[in-house]
């Protein structure tokens, strides 16, 4: 994904003031990189949900400690699962828009603004995927298999998505319900 710039602020700048942005962000086992991570989006808005998918590290601690909301599960339940658990809590608090980024850092926040900046630009988008780029800091047997995953959607679907593997999404609250 191409780095954002100033210009790519303007989705945040020209909405009604009462915009409620949530960044959920699924974590196991993050305790090195979480708090980084919430910092960054911490930046955007003060909005930030971790679900701690029962790490064995002390993720759930630098979370709060980094000023997030936590929601701690009980058993690991994988990053789908966390996720959408995060996405119905941020609807329960009336978000506006929910974007989810991945609490182990593999996702720039810095691209936040352009993801919303494009929602913004496609009148009636409700949901955008980010991209990861496909070079050597994704290790190739994930390569291959976000390559053929991505394929089949393609094919399937007909979905215009570069990165069907992505934990990278920015949705409306009303694609976030119709996605579920």
């Not at 086992?29 to 701690?52: C, H, P, S, W, Y």
């Not at 978000?95 to 009148?123: E, F, K, S, W, Y």
């Amino acid at each position: 994904m191409e780095q954002a710039d100033v210009n790519d602020t303007i989705f945040l700048e020209t909405r009604p003031a009462k915009i409620k942005l949530f960044i959920v962000i699924p974590a196991f086992n993050e305790e090195m990189t979480i708090g980084k991570v919430i910092a960054q989006v911490k930046d955007l808005t003060d909005n930030v949900i971790v679900v701690n998918d029962h790490s064995a590290d002390l993720t759930s601690a630098v979370a709060h400690g980094a000023g997030a909301m936590v929601i701690d599960l009980p058993v690991n339940m994988g990053a789908g699962y966390a996720t959408r658990i995060g996405c119905d809590e941020a609807l329960r608090l009336e978000a506006d828009i929910i974007v989810t980024v991945d609490g182990d850092g593999q996702h720039d926040p810095l691209d936040i603004p352009m993801v919303l900046q494009r929602m913004n630009q496609n009148d009636g988008v409700e949901v955008v995927f980010g991209c990861r780029p496909r070079n050597g800091t994704m290790p190739l047997n994930k390569r291959m298999g976000n390559a053929l995953l991505t394929a089949v959607a393609k094919l399937l679907f007909g979905a215009k998505v570069n990165d069907s593997q992505t934990g990278f999404h920015a949705f409306t609250a009303n694609g976030y319900r119709k996605s579920r």
